[in-house]
C-alpha cells in the first residue's frame, strides 16, 4: 500500500509543469522538479533580515544545493511569492 502511494507520487510529480526561473537583483526563484523543490539562489549572502523572512515563510537553507528552499507544491510557491515582494 505504501509503495503504491509513492508510485502515485512519483508519476504525479513527473507530470508536473514547472515555471520559468524568476530573476530580481540578487537572486534567482527556481523550481527544481528533480528534488521537488522551490529554490530561490542569491548572488551573495542574503542580509539577516532577508534570512528571517525566508526562514519565516518555511524556506530553509540547503548547503547541499546551495540555495533556500522549500517544497515545490502551491503553497511553496505562494509563500516564494509573499518573499519576492520584500526583496
Wanted: avoid cysteine; glycine fraction near 6%.
Amino acid at each position: 500500500n505504501g509503495i503504491k502511494k509513492r508510485i502515485e507520487l512519483l508519476e504525479k510529480r513527473s507530470q508536473m509543469t514547472v515555471s520559468e526561473d524568476k530573476k530580481g537583483s540578487g537572486w534567482t526563484l527556481r523550481e527544481n522538479k528533480e528534488v521537488n523543490r522551490i529554490q530561490f539562489i542569491f548572488d551573495t549572502i542574503p542580509n539577516e533580515e532577508t534570512r528571517k523572512n525566508l526562514k519565516s515563510h518555511g524556506f530553509r537553507w540547503s548547503p547541499t544545493n546551495k540555495a533556500w528552499q522549500g517544497y515545490l507544491n502551491n503553497r511553496g510557491r505562494y509563500q516564494a511569492e509573499l518573499i519576492i515582494k520584500s526583496l
